[in-house]
């Protein structure tokens, strides 16, 4: 192909979709994340590549692959999705970030255990900021977060978020959420004070399903105490979680952020040595940070993770339910 001359020019809506091609790895996928066909998006690149004059796709068996230019204009692409960002930030500076309407998108256990202290504060501080809320996780809410559908993303890190290095992102740590160990107050060990996971191995688990953040989590923890869970029950909800420990159905990892549970015949107890945690993060479009709304509500989140923080670390007495010291 012929390198075009003249005037240099990229339309970001092609080039939108040759980004969005490279994140999920198949025309089809790429096609369902911005809602068009399978063809639709092909095209798109097809006129991209038209545009620059070099291949964008090359045959790899019975598909296509990118090529090595291809590699070179996302790179580029990267930053000129930053460069966008910044510019709608500093066109919303002329604000002072206390007006506004933006959509969060988090887990479960966010949700109920981060998102009402933080959303709390924005109201005191900034009544005029409207905040709508969606239960979300990776990948699909970085789906939304990258259509616009969600200005604010908090998630775990798990296989299914983006890797710390995403150059699309940017990131705010928010803290480390401690698991501790679910059982029925009738179990062998729910009179210890800690919780040798290896002697769990052989006992029936309760887990979230292995697309959610919390199982693959569990199912991470366990390897790593040198067993594979039997996983009797799959479950997302916590207070159902809950029922069933208190059933005597099986044991399970329970989030400090979820607690307390109030169930009289569950017992949380921490684990042995040191504690298991879930790495929770608030993520936007890199560039996006600078928005003063958006660091606003950054700032809040930050701020309800250092509280959440503070309490886990609050001990209690043996045989409660409620939140037990690191």
């Given amino acids: 192909m012929e390198q075009v001359s003249g005037a240099f020019s990229i339309d ?3 080039l939108g979709a040759l980004r ?7 025309l089809a996928k790429a096609a369902q994340a911005m809602h068009l066909t399978p063809s639709a998006v092909s095209q798109q690149v097809a006129a991209l590549s038209r545009e620059l004059g070099v291949p964008l796709l090359e045959r790899h068996g019975r598909g296509v692959r990118l090529t090595g230019q291809a590699r070179v204009v996302l790179q580029h692409a990267d930053v000129i999705a930053a460069q966008l960002e910044r510019a709608r930030a500093d066109l919303a500076a002329w604000s002072d970030g206390r007006r506004g309407t933006l959509t969060i998108g988090a887990f479960s256990s966010a949700i109920s255990g981060l998102l009402p202290a ?3 504060d924005l109201a005191r501080m900034c009544p005029d900021i409207d905040v709508a809320v969606v239960e979300a996780e990776p990948p699909d809410l970085f789906t939304r977060l990258d259509a616009g559908e969600v200005d604010v993303a908090v998630a775990v890190d798990f296989a299914a978020a ?3 290095t995403d150059r699309r992102y940017a990131r705010t740590d928010l803290l480390a959420d401690v698991l501790d160990v679910g059982l029925p107050a009738t179990h062998r060990l729910a009179g210890l004070d800690r919780i040798p996971l290896r002697e769990l191995a052989a006992d029936p688990w309760i887990v979230g399903d292995a697309r959610s953040c919390c199982g693959a989590v569990t199912r991470s923890v366990c390897a790593a105490g040198g067993f594979t869970p039997e996983i009797r029950h799959a479950v997302n909800d916590w207070q159902s979680l809950a029922a069933l420990v208190e ?3 099986g044991v399970a990892l329970v989030p400090r952020l979820v607690q307390p549970l109030h169930r009289p015949g569950l017992v949380v107890r ?3 040595g040191h504690p298991p945690s879930r790495h929770v993060f608030a993520a936007v479009r890199s560039g996006a940070e600078h928005d003063p709304l958006l660091a606003t509500v950054l700032d809040r989140l930050s701020a309800a993770g250092e509280a959440a923080a503070r309490k886990f670390m609050t001990p209690t007495g043996p045989g409660t339910d409620t939140i037990r010291a690191i």
């Fill in 247 to 249: 059933a005597g159905a």
């Fill in 270 to 272: 921490a684990p042995e």
């Fill in 20 to 26: 969005e091609l490279d994140r999920r790895g198949s």
């Fill in 118 to 120: 933080a959303l709390a």
């Fill in 12 to 14: 970001l809506r092609r």
């Fill in 162 to 164: 983006p890797p710390f």
